[in-house]
Each structure stands twice: as structure tokens, then as C-alpha cells.
């Protein structure tokens, strides 16, 4: 019963920056893990970073590997929203990026298939 909605995707350079965003409707998401993912073209759908309540107010930050140190997400609870800003775009970070949710953090937060709400998704495109 969440409805997620992406936005902020577009064209950049290589080296630019953008921001997604992910805005959640239905529920208060606030205690809610959630993450984004992204597919490129011919290959299967892959995790880039999310977010997972802890307590009191904190939240536990997780990244793929190939962006660590060049994208950060964040909550937005007063918004219910949530966002991934992206430095440093490379070439490969062309992908269909989708925000996603579910009630409960486990280990396999960084599965797509433990997600129970997904968005549409928003394209990225970096070009050379």
C-alpha cells in the first residue's frame, strides 16, 4: 500500500552531479528500510545503497562498492522521502535507478527480491 515516485534523473557529463529523489505516499515510512537500485540494459537489477532503521532516530547507511565515497543517501521523514546524491558520475553509472521499500531491515537488505514497494524508476544517463 506505499506508492513510491522517482525523480531528479536526466543527461550529465561525466564528473557532474544529480539528485534523486524518491517520495513515498501511503505510509510513514520513517522507520521503513529503504534503497535504491539500478538496472542497466541486458544485465540484472543491482544494488547501489539503502538506508535501514536502527533506534532512536538513527539510521544505518549501507553502499555498493562501485559508488562508496561518491554517492550519499538520506531521509527526509518530515517529507516522507528520501534521497541519493550523486557525485562524481561516471560513464557506468548510466542505469534505470529505482527506489524501493519494506517494513523491516534484515541482512538481506541489499536483495531486491526482500523489497515489497516499488517505484517506476528514473533514468541516468552519463555521458563521456
Known amino acids: 500500500q506505499v506508492q513510491l515516485v522517482e525523480s531528479g534523473g536526466g543527461l550529465v557529463q561525466a564528473g557532474g552531479s544529480l539528485r534523486l529523489s524518491c517520495a513515498a505516499s501511503?505510509?510513514?515510512?520513517?522507520?521503513?528500510?529503504m534503497g535504491w537500485f539500478r538496472q542497466a540494459p541486458g544485465k540484472e537489477r543491482e544494488f547501489v545503497a539503502r538506508?535501514?532503521?536502527?533506534?532512536?532516530?538513527?539510521?544505518?547507511?549501507d553502499y555498493a562498492d562501485s559508488v562508496k565515497g561518491r554517492f550519499t543517501i538520506s531521509k527526509d521523514n518530515a517529507k516522507n522521502a528520501m534521497h541519493l546524491q550523486m557525485n562524481s558520475l561516471k560513464p557506468e553509472d548510466t542505469a534505470l535507478y529505482y527506489c524501493?521499500?519494506?517494513?523491516?531491515?534484515?541482512?538481506?537488505?541489499?536483495?531486491?527480491?526482500?523489497?515489497?514497494?516499488w517505484g517506476q524508476g528514473t533514468q541516468v544517463t552519463v555521458s563521456s
Open positions: 538506508v535501514s532503521w536502527v533506534s532512536g532516530m538513527s539510521y544505518l547507511a
Open positions: 501511503g505510509r510513514t515510512i520513517s522507520t521503513y528500510t
Open positions: 524501493a521499500t519494506k517494513p523491516y531491515g534484515s541482512t538481506l537488505d541489499r536483495n531486491p527480491t526482500s523489497y515489497s514497494y
